[in-house]
């Protein structure tokens, strides 16, 4: 079985945040600038994704780096969203926080299975 690489999950979670963030803010009554935050990190790590498919350590290391700041940046709207009973925020937050968790992990995976072969 193919296993997805860093770079595909980095991808994917890249997507996730510019679309379900650009629709969250779109989408809302009141849109607040903050909202669009998941978007511009999601633009900014698909602009990376080819410096993270070429292996490039610094550019992976900044991706990561934007992954845990976009993961922890979403647990205040989906504890929002959560608190005012919004089932589509929370369905929203929840997806973004799962594809940001599996980016995290492929690049925690890459990263112990590089230093291996060092």
Known sequence: MNQ???????AIN???LVLIGG???????????????PVIIGALLLLMNGGIKSENKLVAHIAV???L?????????????IERGDNFAIMRCGIMIVTS??????????FINARKKD
């Open 65 to 67: 780096t934007l992954t």
């Open 69 to 81: 700041l976009i993961l922890f940046g979403l647990t205040m709207p989906m504890l929002g969203a």
């Open 23 to 37: 629709y969250g803010y779109i989408q809302s009554e009141t849109p607040s600038p903050t909202a669009l935050i």
């Open 4 to 10: 997805l690489k860093p770079y595909q999950f980095s």
């Open 14 to 16: 890249a997507i996730s």
């Open 101 to 110: 968790v599996a980016a995290m992990a492929s690049f925690i995976i890459s």
